[in-house]
Structure formats: structure tokens, C-alpha cells
């Protein structure tokens, strides 16, 4: 990931980069914007438009496991209309990898419970231990196949991010 979509709009090390674009039109007539182009000018484009929520996957037969997903919703503040949004892996899989932080995490915090109870009675706590400096790494591991994923999924983030400002700007 040499380059960041849009430089200073994302953050590289999020694994959900976050958008906010400020917009000169409507919310209803860009929710409806959404939907005419979604389905009349992209339909391989897998897209909801509820109400002011925006979903667009990438299209199936180019979705992989990395593939990203477009969470959009069309905002009104004092300043005015923006489209604020994430771009980050579809639901299922951010689920499944926060499972598995939190299933390490708990893990870790088991073992160095099991660690002080041992070292404090005196008794062999070798395997605790090791599992209490083994967790740690694995918890990086973790975060690190996070970051091989966004940039396997990087290419269709941008296309998906091209998209989205495209159709802001028609």
C-alpha cells in the first residue's frame, strides 16, 4: 500500500479507513442518485440504498475473501451535506477476525492468571508462561493478516471509493 486513497482523507494503518466528503446536493436526490446509477450505469455493482444508507459491494465475480465493502450514509450538519462512510472487509469476516482478538485476549488473560497462581505456590508454570509470551505474537499476527488483507483487498477499495465519488459528482 504505497498510496493511501486520497492521502490525507484515510488513515493506511486503520484496517477501516473512514471517509467524510462534504457535498453540494440534496440527501434525497443523492440517495436517489445512488440508486439509478447502481442499478442503470454499474449493476455488476452489488448495492442498497436504504432510505439514507448506502451498501455497494465489488462484483461477484470479483470478490474474494479480502474483498471490501462501501458503508455509506448521507449526513446533514450545521456545516452542510456529507457522505460520511467506511471502507472496510464485509461484516462476516470483521466479525470473525474481532472473535478471534477477543478469543486471544482471553486466552492470554486465562494463562497469566495460571502463570501468577503457579510462580506464586511455587509450582511449574512453564506452559503458562510460554502461552503468555506466545499469545502476544499471535495477536499480531492477527493484526498484520488484517493489513495483508486490506491490501489484497486494496485495489477494489479504491475502485469502490472511485465509485462512490463518481456518482457524488454526476
Known sequence: ?????????????????RFKIPVQDQPDNLS???KEVLK?????????VVGHHIVVDVPEKEETFWSPQLHAEIITEEEG????????????????????????????FVF??????????????????????????IWVLLYFSGQLGKKFGYTQMQNLHDLMIEIIHK
Open 112 to 137: 497469566f492468571v495460571i502463570f501468577y497462581t503457579n510462580w506464586s505456590l511455587g509450582n511449574d508454570y512453564t506452559f503458562a508462561m510460554w502461552m503468555c509470551i506466545v499469545l502476544p505474537i
Open 40 to 48: 442503470n450505469d454499474y449493476p455488476s455493482y452489488r448495492g442498497k
Open 81 to 108: 451535506v456529507f457522505v460520511k462512510g467506511i471502507l472496510g472487509p464485509k461484516p462476516k469476516v470483521w466479525t470473525f477476525f474481532m472473535f478471534l482478538h477477543f478469543a486471544v485476549a482471553v486466552a492470554f
Open 1 to 17: 500500500m504505497n498510496e493511501p486513497i486520497h492521502q490525507e482523507n484515510l488513515n493506511r494503518v486503520l484496517l477501516k479507513p
Open 32 to 34: 436517489g442518485k445512488f
